[in-house]
């Protein structure tokens, strides 16, 4: 039976990350604490003035094969795993000279990082420890009788423990510390196995999915206030997940959902041009380029100023006073951008409510990945909607061909479609959307209540007709029926972007010519459901 307290007196150390390991095997070794380590971590800790024991010398067996078996031993292995009350095994330590050791240190050979510089094949293989994980897992497996340490942020709370129990742990510290040895035993495999399906395998889709992440905090609820919720990390790529809270109450899922979308949109636009997007429950109602963010996000906001109320405001690039003075001028939730002024952080920061969000990047929209989505009893993986549209991939099948500017705000409306949620209409005009329907179940039905509330927001707005006339229209599917293209022609609009593909096709470019509508097929669909 594990012991509730467990003095230590031996610990085994052998770190990659290095943070706090001196201090903490100084206040091991003043504890009286006997250091066991190899290789780099025993030098750093000799060069720090501490008496540390070699494992070799522990094991009377050298380190060989260019240290890639030194801790593999029955010495060590057999000091971590005996259990201390049993007979037999007392006996079996007693016969073969194996002492206990009651605490292992060990963060493992940084795979994960070497992946991620791009190193070769060679250096990934090198860098899959072995001994590391072993030790882990024996150490967690007897967590009865041994501390297993896997992260320096946990060292201040073992030295704790060891302070308030006269130099022993508890069992309920050995549990939780064990179960984490596991999960991060779990994810390094999982990673090891997910570079070795993708990489060198080159499979989209592995017969075993791995999926690894680090949990970064627990939420108050999720999507509504009986679900619970946490937020976890898998990448140090720019994003919300990696952002700098500069103020404002904690994120909820809602919020960190939305802000996810808000700039996975803005990461659409090349920074050079100034980029506004407003976001409302994971759907744009705003989005605008300009000759600066300021511009840009008052052309944004008059899409649709009332849905704006309450909503994510995302930019592409740093914010400046001018532009945090307007975005103050209303209640919003969340402000993300890649960085910001000192002027506009004194703005923000009179508002208690908002929270700004710092990425000092921009998410890669051409980047590869999984979009994954749980069903009863399985997952839904798909690779992410990673297409980009250029002038060069589209087709014009009407009549007429766009003007120059129509071309623009076509590739514009397009661009935006992508991140509506399906069935998706965009009607834009000079670099802005002017209307956006989403989330029908018609098509038409889009268009229609794209071309209301722009009605709305232009009589809000003392405009002297609909911003929709003289407008583009995109859809992110194809017009089944000619009706989604003739209620967006009634609303004004000039010219059209869609996929093409229906069988229809031909009555719809009929429809376009009547109506004397460009129109232009890309030829890829982005539903977004």
Known sequence: MADPLVRVTRALLSVSDK???VPFARALAARGVELLSTGGTARALREAGLAVKDVSEHTGFPEMMDGRVKTLHPMIHGGLLALRDNPEHAKAMADHNIPPIDMVVVNLYPFEATVAKGADFETCIENIDIGGPSMVRSAAKNHGYVTIVTDPADYDAVLAELEAHDGATTLELRRRLAGKAYARTAAYDAAIASWFSGTVHGETFPETLTLSARKVSELRYGENPHQTAAFYRTSDEPGVVNARQLQGKELSFNNLNDTDAALELIGEFDPATPAIAIIK???????????????AYRKALLCDPVSAFGGIIAANRPLDGATARAITEIFTEVVVAPDADEEAIALFAAKKNLRLLLTKGLPNPARAGYNIRSIAGGYLVQGRDNGVTTEADLKVVTKRAPTPQEMADLLFAFRVAKHVKSNAIVYAKNGATVGVGAGQMSRVDSARIAAWKS????????????????????????????????????????????????????????????KGLAMVFTGKRHFRH
């Open 281 to 295: 429950h994971a759907n744009p109602c705003g989005v605008a380029t300009g000759a600066s963010l300021e511009e």
């Open 455 to 514: 009605k709305e927001a232009a009589e809000k707005a003392g405009e002297a007709q609909p911003l929709t006339i003289g407008s583009v229209v995109a859809s992110d599917a194809f017009f089944p029926f000619a009706d989604g293209l003739l209620a967006a022609a009634e609303a004004g609009a000039t010219a059209v972007i869609q996929p093409g593909g229906s069988i229809r096709d031909d009555e719809v470019i009929a429809a376009a010519d009547e």
């Open 19 to 21: 943070s706090g390991l």
